[in-house]
């Protein structure tokens, strides 16, 4: 999935026009005070109609119930005999509302949230790229102003959101997939700290050689898939900044057995960690420091 941002005076316009433009699957995050901007006004009733079955948020036939009037719930969704559904539900971060749709979007599009660490767009008069963490692809003054062929093409050469999810769709949906009995997978986090009583690490900052990290990437998952037993081997590292408590690196392998599971996705990571070009800069409590120099 390819996340973006847009934030400043007409982001929900932006995000709708930008939403129609691309192909596939689109997720749009909007805050709850944006969520009227760009919409074209309809006439109606300001209250429920008490006569109206779907008012408390029961279920309707041939419309979706609104889940804002059910009891109170993680998450609530309400859907029609169409399939098509309205949902509401609380998430602990941003991070693990992309992780969540992540495996089943192309692409996301926030509107309004400057501290997520993804592609941007700024709009406005004074717009400061300084102002978000990501890469800021564009920037106009209103939302009509913005190129949306070249942000689109911007958009898809962009570092996509990947987690372990999504890798693991992936191998499920390999041809070999009903001749395995085991998927294993290795996810390497940001540690905060080895011992109690070091600095606390921050964050980390990852740096890769373009091109040549993913090609590396993909020629050792080749050669590990070749070995006997094993279907499909897929990997992704994260790149920016992570912070403690973070996801940095994905190895995932579908096999025939979990021996062979096991000892690839072993294989698999050590190999990323010693032959793919990505450098790791470390920010503690006290100082930073890229570690291939401290080594």
Same mark, same amino acid.
Request: proline share 5%; glycine share 10%; charged share 35%.
């Given at each position: 999935?390819? +996340?973006? /941002?847009?934030? *400043?005076?007409g982001?929900p #316009?932006l995000a709708?026009?930008? @939403?129609a433009? =691309? %192909? $596939?699957? !689109?997720?749009?995050?909007?805050?709850?005070?944006d969520?009227?901007?760009?919409?074209?006004?309809?006439?109606?009733p300001?209250?429920?109609?008490?006569?109206?079955?779907?008012?408390?948020?029961?279920?309707?036939?041939?419309?979706?119930?609104?889940p804002?009037?059910?009891?109170?719930?993680?998450?609530e969704?309400?859907?029609?005999?169409?399939?098509?559904?309205?949902?509401?539900?609380?998430?602990?971060?941003f991070?693990?509302?992309l992780?969540?749709?992540?495996?089943?979007?192309?692409?996301?599009v926030?509107?309004?949230?400057?501290r997520l660490?993804?592609?941007?767009?700024?709009?406005?008069?004074?717009p400061? +790229?300084? /102002?978000?963490? *990501?890469?800021?692809?564009? #920037?106009?003054a209103?939302?009509? @102003?913005v190129? =949306? %062929? $070249?942000? !689109?093409?911007?958009?898809?050469?962009?570092?996509p959101?990947?987690?372990?999810?999504?890798?693991?769709?992936?191998?499920?949906?390999?041809?070999?997939?009903?001749?395995?009995?085991?998927?294993?997978?290795?996810?390497?986090?940001?540690?905060?700290?080895?011992?109690?009583?070091?600095?606390?690490?921050t964050?980390?900052?990852?740096e890769?050689y373009e091109?040549?990290?993913a090609?590396?990437?993909?020629?050792?998952?080749?050669?590990?898939?070749?070995?006997d037993?094993?279907?499909?081997?897929?990997?992704?590292?994260?790149?920016?900044?992570i912070?403690?408590?973070?996801?940095?690196?994905?190895?995932?392998?579908?096999?025939?057995?979990?021996?062979?599971?096991?000892?690839?996705v072993?294989?698999?990571?050590?190999?990323l960690?010693?032959?793919?070009?990505?450098?790791k800069?470390?920010?503690?409590?006290?100082?930073?420091f890229?570690?291939h120099?401290?080594?």
């Amino acid at each position: 999935m390819r +996340p973006i /941002s847009i934030v *400043g005076d007409g982001a929900p #316009t932006l995000a709708r026009r930008l @939403a129609a433009r =691309l %192909d $596939g699957r !689109v997720a749009v995050v909007e805050r709850e005070d944006d969520r009227d901007e760009g919409r074209p006004t309809e006439s109606g009733p300001t209250e429920p109609d008490p006569s109206d079955r779907a008012a408390d948020g029961g279920a309707v036939e041939g419309g979706v119930a609104d889940p804002a009037g059910r009891p109170d719930a993680d998450t609530e969704i309400a859907f029609d005999a169409d399939g098509n559904w309205s949902g509401r539900g609380r998430v602990e971060g941003f991070d693990d509302l992309l992780d969540g749709l992540a495996p089943d979007h192309d692409y996301l599009v926030a509107v309004g949230e400057s501290r997520l660490r993804v592609p941007a767009v700024l709009l406005g008069a004074d717009p400061d +790229p300084e /102002s978000v963490p *990501g890469t800021v692809l564009a #920037t106009a003054a209103t939302a009509e @102003a913005v190129d =949306l %062929d $070249g942000l !689109v093409a911007d958009l898809d050469a962009a570092e996509p959101w990947i987690t372990r999810e999504t890798l693991v769709d992936r191998v499920e949906a390999s041809a070999d997939a009903e001749r395995s009995g085991a998927i294993a997978t290795f996810t390497g986090r940001v540690r905060a700290r080895d011992d109690p009583d070091d600095d606390r690490t921050t964050h980390l900052a990852f740096e890769k050689y373009e091109g040549v990290a993913a090609e590396r990437m993909d020629a050792i998952a080749d050669e590990l898939a070749e070995r006997d037993g094993v279907f499909d081997v897929r990997m992704h590292h994260r790149t920016g900044v992570i912070e403690a408590g973070e996801d940095i690196v994905f190895v995932v392998v579908l096999a025939g057995h979990r021996r062979e599971a096991f000892r690839t996705v072993e294989d698999g990571i050590d190999r990323l960690k010693d032959e793919v070009p990505i450098f790791k800069k470390e920010a503690t409590e006290s100082e930073t420091f890229w570690v291939h120099r401290r080594d």
